[in-house]
């Protein structure tokens, strides 16, 4: 097992590598007055090295840091797919010692049957098996102190991250990082989301666990055991094209669905969120990041959307990105040459799947990295700061980004009537 | 009539809680035996033939809490597959667990003990029979087990356990964080070391105990440091008459 560095002198320490192995490059790139892009790029690298390298809270720090800062490159997804099972384990005597402290009894006086080895790792804590009057429970308990965790780790990455974001302003997103890492290690909020979606997400293919309240606190989440495959194995089950389609289409319909529907989004695209249950049905786990969107924001964001698929001018574009505060007040040539320069590009991307009736990402399999890649190179462009992006657009985007680089993995293709259809409706 | 031992354990523990209750609330030094007795519901002799003094009590009162740990560790059915580490950190949350209801209690004996030297540590050790035993049997089935091999000194270390036992009460004591989180974690990262030792991969799990130190209370402690600027230029003067004479 690799080692977990568990304090903050050792994080200090690999952050502290990071930001030695940037002072080089940098200073590599104005002694050679060499390619910036490239400089930069290999920066983003050194940043989630070292937060790979840190592992557990920062794991999820890293994956909200690569949620909410578009400047990141491409190669962080990979990484972090990689680490995020990498948590500290909790012993036998500390499960007891969790579940006793949080539910006032015992393991063994709480359940039928609970198994003290965990069978899956998440987010910040492990999961283990139990039974409950005859049904099979799924028990999320969580390591001890996380939340001190999180408070010295972020103060860490704040400090390095705002003296390597090229003067931008990052504090708002390392805010907006902390807050949904705080609302992710209160399984209670997670608890209400995770009903909050099980009642209203009318799927009957999509299957949400029933939450049991009594055995549940911030620290210990109880709910139903779904039974299914995770990502990896499903895809290594050789699943017919058809059923690869479906699911993909499943996913990309509920995120539309639940967007315009409920105001609400599982943000976090994980590939370990989804279970491939029999009878083609998904199951949808781990509720801890959810994005709540404005109404008002929704509006915006739906007009743009459709405007741009009904392929309208770049003027009228400008108007509605003034509207959702994404370009600020300028001279109109100014407005339109931002606009032209770093929103377009991306719009341009945003909307390419949706253009046409389906979308095939096994013919298109380079879309996610030409994604990031675009995003990365729009980030470059120096008049463009952090600050100017709306937050929900971005967490939006990215939730999308993320669900194409997985559709992307399956091979899929997509059927994007209905959701235009469902676009119309709610115009 | 003879008292039953079950009556005669019911009465022992009706006047610890009565003990204990009072002394929360007077202090160990204004709460009398006399008091303890009549809020127990037991006459004045009876008392006295249960615990001739306070200090006896206070040692009753452990002896006692060791008991009904291990009452519980042997109805963890499966207790035979937790690791020695497990057992030892099961042993140690338990008894905090029971001690938890008590913790104003607990604060006064610990001062006494660290601070006020009213209690001589050493007497401490008379009440850890029952302790040592448990460990030492602990210790025996992990190594007959093979799941660890015999350790050189292994009679002195159930003892040495102990003192670490006394150890995370005094540290469980002061802990200020939420539900005592920093006790567990410092219990858990101690007995990683302990693990370690056992199994001989000691440096890495020292660095992680170092680190939680560290992280948990160097840190802050540093902070307030920064914060209070006149503590630091005060540091700061001493400093210079070190270097400069």
Known sequence: MDKLPTSKLSRGKVVGKALLKIGAKKSKRYLTNGDKKETHEEIADIIFDALGELKGVSVKIAQQVALGMPFLSPVYLEKIGRSFNAIPSINKALIRKIIKTELGVYPQDAFEHFSMEAFAAASLGQVHKATKNHTPLAVKVQYPGIKKSIESDMSLIHFGLKRFAKGQNVDHIISEIEERLYEEIDYTLEAENCDFFRKNLNNERIIIPEVFHTLSTEKVLTTSLLVGLDFEAYLASNPAQTSKNAYAQLIFDSFFDSLYNLKRIHADPNPGNFLFMDDAKLGLIDFGCIKRVEGVFLKQYLNLHISLLEGENDTQSVEQYFELGMIEEDTKENMLYFYQEVIKPLDTLYKEPLVHDHYDFKANSDFSKRGFKMIFEVQQKQFHSVHKLNEQFLFLNRTLLGYYALFEKMEATIDTRKVKALMREYQ | ?245
Do not use: C
């Open chain 2, 1 to 245: 009539m003879k008292i039953t031992q079950s009556a005669k354990e019911k009465t022992k523990v009706k006047i610890l809680q009565a003990a204990v209750d009072l002394i929360i609330e007077k202090g160990f030094e204004h709460a009398s035996l006399r008091e303890m007795a009549k809020n127990a519901g037991v006459s004045n002799p009876t008392i006295y033939n249960y615990f001739p003094s306070k200090e006896k009590l206070l040692y009753g009162y452990i002896e006692q809490k060791h008991k009904e740990a291990m009452a519980i560790l042997q109805k963890i059915e499966d207790f035979h597959t937790y690791t020695l580490r497990e057992q030892l950190q099961t042993l140690i949350e338990t008894e905090l667990e029971l001690y938890l209801e008590d913790r104003e209690f607990i604060i006064q004996i610990a001062d006494m003990v660290f601070h006020s030297h009213g209690i001589k540590i050493g007497k401490l050790y008379e009440t850890n029979t029952l302790f040592i035993e448990t460990v030492e049997e602990m210790l025996n089935i992990s190594i007959e087990a093979e799941e660890i091999a015999e350790p050189p000194f292994k009679e002195h270390l159930p003892s040495l356990f102990w003192d670490y036992y006394v150890m995370v009460i005094a540290y469980w004591v002061k802990d200020d964080s939420e539900m005592f989180e920093n006790t567990t974690q410092f219990i858990d990262h101690s007995l990683g070391l302990m693990e370690a030792v056992l199994h001989s991969d000691i440096l890495n799990k020292a660095s992680e105990l170092g680190m939680f130190f560290f992280k948990t209370h160097m840190l802050s402690s540093l902070q307030k440091f920064s914060t209070q600027k006149q503590t630091l230029k005060k540091m700061k003067r001493k400093l210079g008459d070190v270097l400069h004479g």
